[in-house]
């Protein structure tokens, strides 16, 4: 049997946290988006990773998210249906955090914005929770880019194979397992327990 991870790392939206950012944006471009092209936008968009890297402030994302999309509404409908499609945490994620405390390590790895950002870590309390913080707009690098991945690496200092990092998007996931992590695909927190449970932590 391997030995336990050292580290887990979870990605926030789709994993621990309900984002519901895909129906969302369907819900405003009707049929002319797949389900899987409105995933795609939310890790391949300019507009998007311009935002969660840093490089652009709250206003500017939305004015040019909205003529990306070309939608007729205006940036500040745009960003206030942005910031309600964050749910909150899937029930049983904080506790699920607490139960895995006293066996490894914990952070996340997340492309993430300052304004969800701070709801995630003090409105709902999962802050605490994580001694490792790697958010994209703090550290101005963005997934699945690999040198986010190599960024960790190197302020982690452990082998790779000592970290779990739990990802939804199928790409990030791969961009993992390319630098030895210890990755896997979970969408929701039966598949996270699932793959914890796997991994002898649970």
């Not at 899937?90 to 950002?117: Q, R």
Request: one cysteine or more; charged letters at 25%; hydrophobic letters at 40%.
């Amino acid at each position: 049997m391997q030995t336990p991870p050292a580290i887990v790392l979870f990605d926030l939206g789709g994993v621990l946290i309900h984002w519901d950012g895909a129906n969302g944006l369907r819900k405003l471009l009707g049929d002319e988006f797949s389900p899987e092209a409105a995933r795609k936008f939310w890790l391949e968009s300019p507009s998007v990773r311009s935002f969660e890297s840093g490089r652009a402030t709250p206003d500017e994302f939305a004015r040019k998210a909205v003529e990306e999309l070309n939608l007729s509404m205006s940036p500040d409908e745009w960003f206030r249906q942005f910031f309600n499609w964050d749910r909150g945490p899937f029930p049983g994620s904080l506790e699920l955090l607490s139960a895995l405390d006293s066996k490894c390590e914990l952070g996340c790895l997340s492309n993430n914005n300052e304004l969800h950002w701070s709801q995630i870590r003090d409105h709902w309390g999962f802050g605490p929770f994580f001694r490792y913080q790697y958010l994209s707009h703090e550290i101005g690098m963005i997934k699945p880019d690999p040198e986010i991945f190599e960024y960790v690496l190197r302020d982690l200092g452990v082998p790779p194979e000592r970290i779990l990092y739990l990802d939804d998007n199928p790409e990030c996931v791969e961009a993992a397992l390319k630098f030895n992590f210890r990755a896997a695909k979970t969408q929701g927190l039966s598949e996270v327990r699932q793959v914890l449970s796997s991994e002898g932590l649970l």
